[in-house]
């Protein structure tokens, strides 16, 4: 089988599709046949290497997990004898975290791990992405800040893969949404349910004073000290992009002040967290209070142009690899 393997860290060249031996199922796993995973910004990271501490656990000179990818969606090919609720034909999508290994024609995973029967009403390209930025927005949104109808939440980057999601959530919820991003992304933010869109290029948020309950930066372009004046008192800071100042931050905040720094790793959260939101999510979609959003799919072969993409930092929603048609 076909997949893209990371051969060392750098830039998206480094990406080679190669030949591989194809996985079979031991009795408790099930064998699927991917037809979309997700390009994503943390795949990115991980592709470069970066924050190099994070090497540590990565791989100190290349990856360890050499095949890349992490959100998927396909068919069920063939099911161990243990497995009890999965057969083949089933269409399923998911996440394998720090598995890896989903930029691949064929994954092997448990029935344990994060996977869930695919509607009918989600497309592959949809399914394949709900567990990246759709699944963080909501641990955040739903376990960090607790958001609660009425308050007012500033989103920035809200035309990200996280930000989309976010946005829409947040205004599922009954939060007033300001949702902060660049000149061309406006109009486009206001249709995912902002209450208020500001143009990073004309306004500085974090200028503002006492304005908001939850600032959520989706993107890691902010800073707590910075964004903390913007805050309500009992206010909080959130976001996904882990550097060892907001790991600080967290920690003295959560201790001595009364407006908050918090940061979770979705991924590394257990998976009977993560399948209730999840399919909190599912039913967001099917009543069409959110829809997953997607900048470009790339044919399999063209995943170096999706990577080059997503690093601009300028993409609208999310990229997917789309796998075969078949």
Do not use: W
Request: hydrophobic share 40%; net charge positive.
């Amino acid at each position: 089988m076909k997949a893209v393997v990371c051969t060392k860290y750098g830039d998206p060249e480094v990406l080679k599709i190669q030949e591989i031996k194809k996985p079979s199922p031991e009795e408790n796993e099930i064998l699927v046949k991917i037809k979309v995973s997700s390009i994503t910004t943390a795949e990115s990271m991980m592709r470069q290497g970066t924050p190099k501490y994070a090497r540590l656990f990565l791989g100190l000179t290349k990856p360890k997990s050499a095949i890349t990818g992490t959100g998927y969606s396909g068919v069920v090919e063939a099911v161990g004898s243990k497995v009890n609720n999965f057969k083949p034909g089933d269409e399923v999508f998911g996440e394998t975290a720090l598995g890896f290994g989903t930029n691949a024609d064929y994954i092997c995973t448990s029935e344990d791990h994060l996977i869930l029967p695919k509607p009918a009403s989600l497309s592959f390209e949809k399914a394949a992405i709900l567990c990246d930025g759709a699944l963080t927005a909501a641990n955040f949104l739903y376990k960090l800040a607790e958001i609660k109808p009425g308050q007012k939440v500033l989103i920035n980057g809200a035309a990200g893969s996280i930000g989309s999601a976010a946005t829409q959530i947040a205004a599922n919820l009954g939060a007033k949404v300001s949702g902060v991003c660049s000149t061309k992304n406006i109009q486009f933010v206001q249709s995912l349910g902002a209450h208020q869109v500001i143009d990073y290029s004309q306004e500085d948020f974090t200028s503002l004073k006492n304005q908001y309950d939850v600032i959520f930066d989706t993107v890691g372009k902010s800073n707590y000290c910075d964004c903390r004046k913007a805050l309500k008192p009992g206010g909080c800071y959130i976001s996904p992009v882990l550097s060892l100042s907001l790991l600080m931050q967290v920690m003295f905040s959560g201790i001595f002040l009364s407006k908050k720094a918090k940061f979770s790793a979705t991924g590394l959260k257990p998976v009977k967290e993560l399948k209730p939101m999840l399919k909190d999510l599912l039913n967001l979609t099917e009543r069409k209070s959110l829809d997953p959003v997607i900048d470009q799919s790339f044919p399999f072969a063209q995943v170096v142009d999706a990577h080059r993409l997503v690093d601009t930092g300028h993409k609208r929603g999310n990229v997917v690899l789309v796998h075969s048609t078949n």
